[in-house]
């Protein structure tokens, strides 16, 4: 078929895909800044006794942790994962494909990369930073609270707040989070207007406008994440 077959198709596989786990990173980021607004109103840490979902009393994390617990995001999983998966072959194969082109067109790539974001002239390096990450940050969480849930494997904790202090308490994991943030900024900086170019939904007159919504996109995500890790380091360390 031509869209698995030809670099446009790639590409536009590429594209869906990505807006696939922009959303879900606005979701996510949004949870976990719950956390941070539990700071301020004093539910931070507060967890029924009960194991049920959205029990009276738990915190907005929890609540929010609580929704990420439905069957409709149970189904919603392997859908995800499969999007992750797509997007990380399809990137590879494009980065290699990029890396002979420019092999044949040395000097025209090196005028382009000159016009360039440095985002978007390594693209390929984010990803592997931001995928290396990922699966860290999988280990500390999805597979102590959904994995438990979902299939039986592990032990399920119940409080999402102990999980966030025993992982951001130490200084050394709050900074390469927030080394990780960073690259996941440069890569959705990028990634978000290309995303539009690559379907069509881009002209000279929206491309800038895209490229400015997509640096704000970015920053409201990973200006999330990063309170979200702040916060509990300063939680885990009784600093606030």
């Known amino acids: 078929m031509f869209i698995f077959n030809s670099s446009i198709g790639k590409k536009f596989i590429q594209a869906v895909s990505g807006a696939f786990l922009i959303l879900f990173l606005l979701l996510h980021s949004t949870i976990n800044f ?15 006794a009960d194991t049920e979902l959205f029990s009276k009393g738990d915190g907005l994390f929890k609540l929010g942790c609580d929704f990420m617990s439905l069957p409709i995001i149970d189904i919603m999983v392997p859908i995800l994962a499969l ?11 494009l980065s290699v494909q990029n890396i002979k082109a420019r092999g044949a067109v040395k000097y025209a790539v090196r005028n382009k ?12 390096v984010l990803g592997l930073v931001i995928l290396g990450c990922i699966f860290i940050h999988l280990t500390d969480f999805w597979a ?5 849930e979902m ?23 709050l900074l390469e989070h927030l080394i990780w943030f960073a690259a996941v900024w440069f890569h959705l900086t990028h990634g978000f207007w290309s995303m539009f170019q690559t379907v069509g939904w881009s002209g000279r007159k929206w491309q800038k406008r895209l490229k400015v919504i997509g640096i704000i996109v970015a920053t409201i995500i990973c200006l999330a994440f990063s309170a979200t890790a702040i916060n509990a380091f300063l939680q885990a360390n009784a600093i606030i």
């Open 83 to 93: 999007g992750f998966l797509i997007h990380i072959v399809y990137g590879i194969w």
């Open 34 to 48: 719950f956390s941070v607004i539990d700071s301020f109103t004093g539910k931070y840490g507060v967890v029924a």
């Open 151 to 173: 299939f039986g494997v592990g032990v399920f904790e119940n409080n999402p707040y102990l999980l966030l202090n025993g992982l951001f308490g130490k200084w050394w994991v």
């Open 113 to 124: 990369a000159q016009t360039d974001s440095w985002g978007s002239r390594n693209m390929f």
């Open 144 to 148: 102590k609270m959904q994995l438990p």
